[in-house]
């Protein structure tokens, strides 16, 4: 097993061997995830709290489902009832968790940087779920499965990450992963959507949707985020679909057996058409839910393992 992270942060801090046992464990989970019992005891007797400060459907429920497969202790924080509304800061929120020795902390936060603080102050094992515009790294493993899964392999494909790139953790999770796995990425995006500087990570800028997407594999939608915009990024939904709204004109120039790819949730109508979301000839968005928990379980596994081993070297009991 090639695997040393403690904590699960961002795909910044994994190496291509990591990723690729994480794949190949989740590979097992989703076979286990089909059957009729979908039960294993290897997270037996530990606790996983998961707390959200912000919204989510997929997320939150496969980290859950994922723990409690797993046969783990499942707490989600209700963080709207929590004292984090009394003023309580998200440090001594996790330091007061801490104290009750949980082993895994599920963690989304709206900002930046927040989930890499908290890892710093606690014992157990962090996951980022998601922070700011940072990272969402089970995001782009599962994105990146279901590549795999689709596609025969994870390496040598060209792929379009499309929209919305300036709001989206999704996006930079997914340049990072999918380039060190040696894939050619395209960006495209309107220029007020589009950080400066993107060329320095190794990929393509395009402007042009249907140039960006000529001959691509995989054709990955990002939502547009517009709970984190505080001005004018695009002149109307209806203008921005026009220009850059995935339809079948639009994909007609990738690759004839090109995937689709949406993180979800999605807006349908304004980053994609809704026949197309639906499509189960080119649409993969239902697999990447499916994946999303055999990652997940994958994640915690491999992280309670790194713990378990740099415990038995130091001579710790756990
Ligand atoms: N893709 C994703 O993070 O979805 P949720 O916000 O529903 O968790």
Redesign the pocket.
């Known amino acids: 097993m090639t695997f040393r992270a403690k904590h699960l942060l961002g795909i910044e801090h994994l190496a291509p061997d990591e990723i690729t046992t994480l794949l190949d464990l989740a590979d097992q989970y989703v076979d286990l995830n089909r059957r009729d019992v979908k039960h294993s005891d290897t997270l037996a007797g530990l606790t996983q709290i998961n707390m959200f400060f912000?919204?989510?459907?997929?997320?939150?429920?496969?980290f859950e489902i994922a723990g409690k497969r797993l046969g783990a202790d499942v707490m989600n924080m209700a963080m709207q009832a929590s004292s984090v509304k009394k003023g309580e800061t998200l440090i001594d929120t996790a330091l007061t968790l801490n104290a009750m020795h949980p082993d895994l902390l599920v963690v989304?936060h709206p900002h930046s940087g927040a989930v890499d603080l908290l890892a710093q102050k606690v014992n157990c094992a962090v996951l980022n779920?998601?922070d700011g515009r940072h990272e969402?790294p089970t995001?782009a493993l599962l994105d990146a499965l279901t590549i795999r899964r689709a596609k025969g392999r994870l390496h040598r494909l060209s792929i379009a990450i499309c929209g919305d790139i300036a709001h989206s953790r999704?996006a930079r999770s997914n340049i990072l992963l999918l380039g060190k796995m040696e894939n050619r990425v395209r960006l495209i995006g309107p220029p007020t959507l589009m950080p400066s500087g993107m060329e320095e990570f190794g990929v393509e800028v395009f402007e042009d949707m249907r140039e960006g997407l000529k001959d691509v594999d995989v054709v990955m939608m990002l939502?547009l985020q517009k709970e984190r915009m505080d001005g004018g990024f695009i002149p109307s939904e209806r203008e921005y679909y026009h220009r850059y709204g995935l339809d079948p004109e639009k994909l007609s120039y990738a690759k004839s057996d090109a995937i689709i790819m949406h993180?979800?949730?999605m807006n349908r109508g304004v980053e994609i058409d809704g026949v197309l979301a639906d499509d189960i000839n080119r649409s993969v968005i239902q697999e990447?839910v499916e994946m999303?928990v055999a990652v997940r379980m994958a994640a915690m596994e491999l992280l309670v393992r790194t713990r378990r081993e740099a415990a038995q070297e130091q001579g710790v009991m756990v």
């Open positions: 912000e919204n989510s459907t997929r997320t939150q429920a496969s989304r779920a998601g969402h995001q999704v939502r993180p979800g949730p990447q999303g």
